[in-house]
């Protein structure tokens, strides 16, 4: 059995890292951190979308390349390794599985979301959080929105938000457009300046064409695909700043010779590695089984995990072998441990995933 990416692969993820790499650096970041307390490299994301990486997983009757998402979490981990400032999980991840399994309810303005993603002209993004939190009720043909949905992921950059609602006839989802009468965005700062925001609904009005009805599979597939999507990042983020940790401490020196010859400074090392290891193979794991349509919750849940405990103990390693350096935010491995500590917690803490794998464990017939 052959687990290697295909050549058609293995092109994709270089493309990604060469775009990345080149543009992604530690000045340019800089730049953008003192303009803004939350960065969004549009510039960036226009440049991805004309290499054809925002469109990758888009049907070609959009305009994309109509690949799945296994090609699409190789994207989310070259992102992860320059740490880039793109709404890559919110809008990719959300354009994907709209697609898949809605876009014969959503005909209103998905259509045109998905060819916009194609090409980097619009952002998409999902308000996670429990339905209940918002409510959808009818008005004729239409749906009124009322409600709050907090900490969005590029809330307020977004052309088009999913709104998953409560209403008396189950859970629903709406596809809600920016500057839509009545609702209210407000920004919200995180640590590692990805922008988020609130959103409160009063009344927001959407037509039939923007809403899907019995969405609850709809739902726990968006927040499955976010979720692998997240673990793919992380495992991005451990491996670039894991070779960091390795090039700094092959020419740091003491007492005469490089720390990394120091039996104490390999070992703190290679169980960095075995974790980011750890955390990249389940994640690809979690991230294959959704591309080929197949039961997948227990493997997210082993990769929301990984991604959370040993994504955590890996950059504290990092952090450690750097010494003082590592803090430092003149240096970019800072923005590796934030990116990743802001994930442990959109994720939910590693307990947590825990008791949940215990649970179905525990359900499971021996």
Same mark, same amino acid.
């Given at each position: 059995?052959?687990?290697? &990416? ?36 549009r ?25 799945? @998402? ?39 303005a998905?259509?045109?979301?998905? *060819? ?11 308000? @996670?959080?429990e ?7 009818r ?25 998953p ?8 989802? *709406?596809?809600?457009?920016?500057g ?14 990805e922008?988020?925001?609130? &959103? ?15 969405a ?14 997240l ?23 003491? @007492? ?19 974790d ?52 430092d ?14 994930i ?12 949940? &794998? ?9």
């Amino acid at each position: 059995m052959d687990f290697a &990416l295909t050549d058609d692969q293995l092109s994709l993820q270089q493309l990604a890292r060469e775009i990345l790499t080149e543009q992604v650096t530690n000045a340019h970041l800089q730049s953008l951190e003192a303009a803004s307390q939350s960065v969004f490299d549009r510039a960036l994301w226009k440049q991805l979308a004309s290499a054809g990486l925002t469109g990758i997983a888009v049907s070609e009757t959009y305009g994309g390349a109509g690949l799945g @998402f296994l090609e699409l979490a190789i994207v989310f981990e070259a992102v992860g390794r320059s740490v880039a400032p793109v709404p890559a999980v919110a809008t990719l991840a959300t354009a994907y599985v709209l697609q898949r399994d809605a876009s014969e309810s959503l005909a209103g303005a998905l259509a045109g979301a998905l *060819a916009g993603v194609a090409t980097g002209d619009v952002v998409l993004t999902t308000a @996670f959080g429990e339905p209940g939190d918002t409510v959808a009720r009818r008005d004729g043909n239409a749906w009124i929105l009322s409600g709050a949905k907090g900490f969005v992921p590029y809330g307020a950059e977004a052309d088009f938000v999913v709104v998953p609602a409560h209403s008396d006839d189950g859970v629903v989802v *709406a596809l809600v457009g920016k500057g839509a009468a009545g609702l209210t965005v407000t920004e919200l700062y995180t640590t590692n300046r990805e922008p988020q925001a609130m &959103l409160e609904l009063a009344d927001v009005r959407v037509g039939p064409g923007d809403v899907r009805l019995d969405a609850d599979e709809l739902v726990a597939d968006l927040v499955r695909h976010h979720t692998s999507a997240l673990a793919m990042v992380v495992a991005g983020v451990c491996e670039a700043a894991l070779e960091m940790t390795a090039k700094h401490t092959a020419t740091r020196e003491q @007492f005469g010779k490089p720390i990394a010859a120091f039996q104490a400074v390999g070992q703190r090392a290679a169980d960095a590695y075995i974790d980011t290891e750890l955390i990249r193979l389940t994640a690809l794991q979690a991230a294959w089984r959704l591309c080929e349509g197949w039961d997948a919750d227990e493997e997210i849940a082993v990769a929301k995990f990984w991604a959370g405990d040993g994504g955590m103990r890996a950059m504290h390693a990092c952090l450690h072998l750097h010494g003082g350096l590592g803090v430092d935010v003149e240096y970019p491995l800072h923005r590796y441990f934030l990116w990743c500590k802001q994930i442990e917690h959109q994720l939910g803490t590693p307990t947590r995933q825990l008791i949940e &794998l215990g649970a179905r464990l525990a359900a499971t017939p021996v």
